[in-house]
């Protein structure tokens, strides 16, 4: 196997760096002489891309959904390989890193709370008891209770049903009346286990109160339980049933008094959750003339949707450095190198189908990738699954970054048979 960065940096071992996250912590670790690890199924890791596999160390080949043997073989490959650190790209994944870092003694998350990064129920407990403002929601096991539930009237309508363990928009709607409730319910239960690691998953739903106002997130990275704030993102996207991202751009167009709020709110969130040496990606929604704004969730795990490379873009802070920096006791670089601005724009298909042709203009200041190619599979457009490719685009000023990658996404041709 080849070696990545320089053989006498530290050592960190990554829960299964595939995912979007991945590319960035490679990318991160390269500039700070870190050795980047990787703990996963070696199924999973024969299917890793070129560019990954090259950048790796070593690998710790285990059954990420065995929590018992997973610790025994990553503690004995740390120790081997002198591991001082341990980070997860995936949120499912994060509370057994928690485990690991503890029984290693190494910096990292309270692995009491550690579950609460990854079930929304916990999560909705945790933000509670620290008194984080959340949107209100109950707990049902079937679409029974959760007819219940709609009839008592106390969320209002319409209603956001959820599972409570999932990543990103999987099995999350947005229903407007009791005629959705089942299949909205069926949705959220659809999934037992997390793929590709066969994870088992909680299948109870949040039947949770639907906030009106504009979206945003904030990445915050922790070291020994201080809180250190990234610039805040605004979020976009589809109306109806399934809110699918659209894109996201950086800075957020908000007020600076706003602005600090919303990565106030992020900070509390995340230790809430027991993010104690780490990252938070914090997701919030302002509602109109509200001064404060409501957390909707947390993950111990660096932002989806390449928000890494529009913050960096904008700001010059490396999340995913950051985050490294973290998990090795280290402070991390978070102040800002610049005050520039970027938006990226998602190609999303109108429906499901094999994928066609594919035309994406070339602009001066974007830049853009495709997630699939012609003739693969496209699934229906109800969660990020369905993303075909992006456009990213960089600018002196967030409206004009916004509006050069709009106009690139809405000249874009996809084809969908």
Request: glycine share 10%; net charge neutral.
């Amino acid at each position: 196997m080849n070696t990545g960065a320089g053989p006498r940096g530290p050592g960190v071992l990554v829960i299964e760096p595939m995912g979007n996250a991945g590319r960035f912590l490679v990318e991160a670790a390269d500039r700070l002489g870190i050795r980047l690890y990787a703990a996963t199924h070696k199924d999973i890791y024969d299917t890793y891309p070129p560019w990954l596999g090259s950048a790796l160390s070593g690998l710790c080949a285990t059954d990420l959904a065995d929590v018992p043997r997973a610790l025994e073989e990553m503690d004995a490959f740390c120790r081997r390989h002198r591991i001082t650190g341990i980070a997860a790209c995936w949120e499912l994944l994060t509370p057994l890193a928690a485990l690991l870092a503890e029984r290693l003694r190494l910096p990292g998350n309270d692995p009491v709370l550690a579950r609460a990064a990854r079930n929304k129920i916990l999560m909705g407990e945790a933000f509670a008891a620290a008194g984080v403002p959340a949107p209100r929601w109950t707990v049902v096991q079937d679409a029974g209770q959760a007819h219940q539930v709609a009839a008592s009237h106390d969320l209002g309508w319409p209603l956001v049903i959820k599972p409570a363990e999932q990543g990103g928009s999987w099995g999350v709607s947005i229903v407007g009346g009791p005629d959705q409730l089942s299949a909205a319910v069926a949705g959220a239960q659809q999934y037992t286990h997390a793929q590709p690691h066969g994870v088992a998953l909680d299948t109870r739903v949040l039947v949770q109160e639907y906030v009106p106002g504009e979206e945003y997130s904030c990445e915050t990275v922790i070291a020994h339980g201080v809180a250190y704030p990234l610039p805040v993102v605004r979020k976009e996207t589809t109306e109806g049933t399934y809110r699918i991202e659209t894109g996201h751009s950086c800075p957020a167009d908000l007020a600076p008094p706003m602005a600090r709020r919303v990565q106030h709110i992020a900070a509390r969130a995340a230790l809430a959750v027991g993010i104690r040496n780490g990252v938070a990606h914090t997701e919030v929604k302002i509602r109109p003339g509200a001064s404060m704004p409501d957390v909707i969730e947390t993950g111990a795990r660096l932002p989806g949707g390449n928000i890494c490379e529009i913050v960096e873009a904008a700001s010059g802070v490396s999340a995913a450095a950051a985050y490294l920096q973290a998990v090795l006791g280290r402070v991390p670089d978070t102040a800002p190198l610049r005050s520039d601005a970027a938006a990226i724009r998602f190609l999303l298909p109108e429906r499901g189908g094999r994928l066609g042709r594919i035309v994406i203009p070339e602009v001066t200041g974007t830049h853009s990738e495709l997630h699939l190619r012609p003739g693969d599979m496209v699934p229906q457009p109800t969660d990020s699954s369905c993303r075909i490719g992006h456009v990213v685009a960089r600018a002196e000023t967030v409206e004009q970054a916004r509006r050069l990658a709009a106009q690139v996404a809405s000249r874009s041709r996809v084809e969908v048979s």
